[in-house]
């Protein structure tokens, strides 16, 4: 039982890490500050693996380099695309005209990515971080994890021993005072009954 309470108070503190990282992360998506992208393609590797999470920051677009990565939405895949800049040039209304590549293709990719002043950039990657992120958010996984985390923080909540009432502790109070006061009673029968010795006399004439 102690064993399990040392691991729910474990839980308990590696739960309450993962919420507060949870919403400090949160905010900071919808503050515009970072946004974490999963990547679902081999298209960077070996750079970039597959199960990789990227976590993305805004750059202004007019310190972007031919040789950087950058993350652009796609009118294709409706989605952010994370590849390798080879071509940046400004175009008339003030916007940008960008040419990406992913490192394990043989060509360019298809069109041009128009952008305005910033795009998102990569600042870092864990690896395998995209993988154990999409798992856990299944529900077939986050279910039973989420059941047994309730559990053990359940038992890391129950009291070590029922609490004591307070007419448990009178009792216990009376059972001493009566105790200390039949104490003396019986020294004193004790002594009485063993008396003091009596020298033995000898029986019969004398000769």
């Known amino acids: 039982m102690r064993a399990l309470k040392l691991l729910g108070n474990a839980v308990l503190w590696l739960v309450a890490a993962l919420g507060l990282a949870s919403v400090l992360v949160w905010g900071a998506t919808q503050a515009g500050w970072i946004r974490p992208l999963v990547v679902i393609s081999g298209s960077m590797e070996p750079g970039i693996m597959t199960g990789d999470l990227l976590i993305d920051r805004p750059r202004p677009t007019s310190e972007l380099q031919v040789g950087d990565v950058a993350s652009i939405y796609s009118e294709v895949t409706r989605n952010l695309v994370t590849h390798r800049v080879v071509g940046i040039e400004p175009a008339a209304d003030g916007r940008w005209e960008i040419r990406m590549q992913g490192d394990a293709n043989d060509s360019p990719d298809g069109g041009v990515y128009v952008v305005g002043g910033t795009v998102w950039q990569p600042a870092w990657q864990i690896s395998g971080g995209g993988v154990v992120l999409t798992t856990l958010t ?42 200390s006061r039949r104490a003396p009673g019986r020294r004193a029968r004790r002594r009485r009954a063993v008396g003091w010795p009596v020298p033995a006399r000898r029986v019969g004439r004398e000769r």
Do not use: I
């Open 138 to 179: 299944r529900p077939s996984v986050a279910v039973p994890l989420g059941v047994a985390l309730l559990s053990l923080l359940g038992l890391s909540l129950l009291p070590a021993s029922p609490p004591r009432r307070p007419t448990d502790e009178r009792r216990d109070d009376e059972r001493r005072e009566r105790g």
